[in-house]
């Protein structure tokens, strides 16, 4: 159960567009589509924002998108506002009725 | 609405147990699945367990397996967890969080267990 690997922290201006990477290995973000992201604001609890690698939950603005290739996934904010200051974390099966998370990513808009 | 409520964190010394609980409402709990997944402070989240709708399959995270115990009681729309042989390294916010697919798609907002002498 090793964990997944993502960047400590991204920034960028508003309007401009931010990618996350997620990397994993070939027993869980490589082999299955079920790679899920979630924000999450200091001191609140984790909200999901896009799972099975690219769907979006009911009310999650379309500038949310998610992708995968090999053992990496990605998400990427286009068209970053103010309100999407917060921290980012990526989530995938593995097996058997386990999970792993990744140690998450600060996003600061500039 | 939808909601989950966790309770039952607080204060315990190295080698101590508790028992957190997850109250669900809003929705047919016996037809989700569910997780505990923990958040130690500044850091990451961690997946901690999880229990199927029948309670017949369990798992637990490497870090936690033998010393935490996940039930429910589907008549009572209440998840528990059971901690023992609490070690500091467990300090953490433990949120519950109800499962679809193999997503974590509606969470608690948490309840903080530290264990210090």
């Known amino acids: 159960q090793s964990a997944l690997t993502q960047p400590r922290s991204v920034s960028g201006s508003p309007g401009q567009s931010v990618t996350i990477s997620c990397t994993g290995s070939s027993n869980d973000v490589g082999y299955y589509d079920y790679v899920s992201w979630y924000q999450q604001f200091p001191g609140k609890a984790p909200k999901l924002i896009l799972y099975d690698v690219s769907k979006r939950p009911s009310g999650v603005p379309d500038r949310f998108s998610g992708s995968k290739s090999g053992n990496t996934a990605s998400l990427t904010i286009s068209g970053l506002q103010a309100e999407d200051e917060a921290d980012y974390h990526c989530c995938s099966y593995a097996g058997s009725y386990s999970f792993v998370f990744a140690s998450g990513t600060r996003v600061t808009v500039l | 609405q939808v909601q989950l409520v966790e309770s039952g964190g607080d204060l315990v010394k190295p080698g101590g147990s508790l028992r957190l609980s997850c109250a669900a409402s809003g929705f047919t709990f016996s037809h989700h699945f569910m997780n505990w997944v923990r958040q130690a402070p500044g850091k990451g989240l961690e997946w901690v367990s999880y229990i199927n709708t029948g309670s017949t399959i369990t798992n637990y995270a490497d870090s936690v397996r033998g010393r935490f115990t996940t039930s429910r009681d589907n008549t009572k729309n209440t998840l528990y967890l059971q901690l023992n042989s609490l070690r500091a390294e467990d300090t953490a916010v433990y949120f519950c969080?109800?499962?679809?697919?193999?997503?974590?798609?509606?969470w608690g907002q948490g309840t903080l267990v530290s264990v210090s002498s």
């Open positions: 969080a109800r499962g679809v697919g193999w997503t974590f798609e509606i």
